[in-house]
């Protein structure tokens, strides 16, 4: 079985500032996804990068970047130069064992202020 | 590409009633996951369909249903409705090939209230 833990319910930052969320997973499958997953306020879910778990390189996407540890199995999220857009629900989830039966952590709020 | 639809928005129903819900895919993904969202459970996966089989559920009851249609839109149905069933229900399609098959992407969810 999978399990995803977020242990920060809630999270501030500055506008322009950097921040870093925080995920831990588990899994007994050699072979795995995981994603960050965006839910601004009354819209819809969508995906904020990915990682594969065979790839040693930590993934990018524009402001976007994760730390993937994957000995401890961590999973972090930072963002960088914090936009008012970026206030959401993050989550964080991770799919293994083949199909599309994803796992998703309890999310992190994160509040950007101006 | 439109991305994936939910309808109804919003629905109200009332206990012991059933509802029917309805996700359309981005035009050629073949698999639709469905997902249950609530403030105490989280996201929690209730099933996945894949060119019209069910090829995963999650741990929910029977009066949990869904079907998948040969041009991969998908249904879900919920009988007997209790005071719980209270929740937003998230489509989620996939590609399946190539470098995003893993990546799913929702549509803007059902929210349902069982009074």
């Known amino acids: 079985a999978q399990t995803v833990t977020q242990s920060q319910p809630e999270m501030s930052v500055q506008e322009a500032e950097t921040v870093t969320l925080s995920c831990t997973y588990d899994?007994?499958?050699?072979?795995?996804?995981l994603f960050w997953y965006k839910q601004p306020p009354s819209r819809q879910m969508i995906l904020v990068i990915r990682?594969?778990?065979?790839?040693?390189q930590n993934a990018t996407e524009n402001r976007f970047s994760v730390n993937f540890q994957k000995a401890a199995k961590s999973f972090s999220l930072k963002i960088s130069d914090s936009q008012l857009g970026d206030t959401a629900m993050y989550f964080c989830?991770?799919?293994?064992?083949?199909?599309?039966?994803?796992?998703f952590g309890t999310g992190t709020k994160l509040q950007v202020i101006p | 590409k439109a991305g994936v639809t939910q309808t109804p928005r919003y629905l109200i129903k009332t206990r012991g009633q059933q509802v029917t819900l309805s996700c359309s895919p981005i035009?050629?993904?073949?698999?639709v996951s469905w997902y249950q969202q609530t403030p105490g459970q989280g996201l929690q996966f209730l099933f996945e369909?894949?060119?019209?089989?069910?090829?995963n559920k999650g741990n929910f009851p029977g009066r949990f249903s869904g079907r998948q249609f040969s041009n991969s839109r998908s249904e879900m149905n919920v009988s007997t409705l209790e005071l719980g069933d209270s929740a937003l229900y998230l489509c989620?399609?996939?590609?399946?090939?190539?470098?995003?098959?893993?990546?799913?992407?929702f549509g803007p969810g059902t929210r349902l209230t069982v009074t």
């Open positions: 989620a399609s996939s590609p399946e090939l190539g470098e995003s098959s893993y990546e799913q992407y």
């Open positions: 899994t007994s499958e050699s072979n795995y996804y």
């Open positions: 990682q594969e778990a065979y790839k040693q």
């Open positions: 989830a991770s799919l293994s064992g083949g199909y599309q039966k994803v796992t």
């Open positions: 035009s050629g993904h073949r698999s």
């Open positions: 369909y894949f060119s019209e089989t069910q090829r």
